[in-house]
């Protein structure tokens, strides 16, 4: 999954991209480096970053979904948003999969619209805000039977939302310390009990450039490593910002080792 980010502040200066030309150049070259699936998002989600309006949202990502589902008509295109107005005006321009990072948490309606939009729904878990979440980072029991807790709550409500196929996305960086990132690491295997594929988004991401000295710009190589961990631990799809690399990985490990099952 090849990120596309319309926003001028990610967390990775590498992944911005405004102009409708870049964009679609950028598409390009991800979809012939191999990306199952381009994910375009309009709202930074990076530890505090600035809450923007939905018109402002809509304004960045439904014109960037429209164009890119016009030049490439085959791709398989993700929204990344956690609003049912943004998500139902981006299925009708040719998004196909729903992308939320807060599990219908910040809006009630999103699971009902994901059940009526009729498209496959990545469930991740978060707790608070992307203004707040680092302040959420104590779990008063195990992390893991938590995850699993929540995600079974979730899958509930959205089977009665009509939802049918879902990814789990365990919210790398999202509520949870580095320490954390990697005991979800080692732990991976753990939410197979849920019968689901798994995302996995640590691209370039502070878990592991910060325990290397480094920044998101020199943070290819960890990222690598860290990838190809998660794939040994049952990761399904990666959710990346370079995509030749990540391809490469997988496919070195799919011809090497034995992935566990998620079923």
Avoid: C, W
Wanted: net charge negative; proline share 5%.
């Amino acid at each position: 999954m090849g990120i596309l980010n319309l926003t001028p502040d990610s967390f990775y200066q590498g992944s911005r991209v405004q102009a409708t030309d870049d964009l679609l150049r950028r598409a390009e070259q991800m979809l012939e480096a191999g990306a199952a699936v381009l994910d375009l998002g309009g709202y930074s989600t990076r530890p505090g970053a600035e809450d923007i309006a939905e018109d402002e949202e809509k304004r960045r990502v439904l014109p960037a979904i429209q164009a890119v589902r016009e030049a490439f008509p085959e791709a398989f295109l993700s929204v990344d948003t956690f609003r049912a107005a943004v998500a139902t005006e981006a299925v009708a321009l040719g998004a196909d999969i729903l992308n939320d990072i807060s599990a219908g948490t910040l809006d009630a309606e999103l699971l009902n619209a994901a059940g009526r939009l009729g498209v496959p729904y990545v469930l991740m878990h978060l707790r608070g805000t992307p203004q707040t979440m680092t302040q959420h980072t104590h779990y008063s029991s195990d992390l893991l039977l938590e995850m699993v807790r929540f995600f079974r709550t979730k899958l509930a409500e959205l089977r009665a939302a009509g939802v049918v196929d879902v990814v789990l996305d365990p919210g790398f960086g999202f509520a949870k310390t580095s320490e954390q990132g990697y005991e979800l690491l080692r732990r991976l295997p753990e939410l197979n009990i849920l019968g689901l594929p798994l995302l996995v988004g640590v691209s370039r991401k502070s878990m592991v450039y910060k325990p290397l000295g480094l920044t998101p710009d020199a943070a290819l190589t960890g990222t690598i490593a860290v990838h190809t961990m998660a794939l040994l631990n049952g990761a399904r799809l990666l959710r990346v910002h370079d995509v030749a690399e990540a391809v490469q990985t997988i496919k070195l490990v799919l011809n090497s080792y034995p992935i566990p099952s998620s079923s």
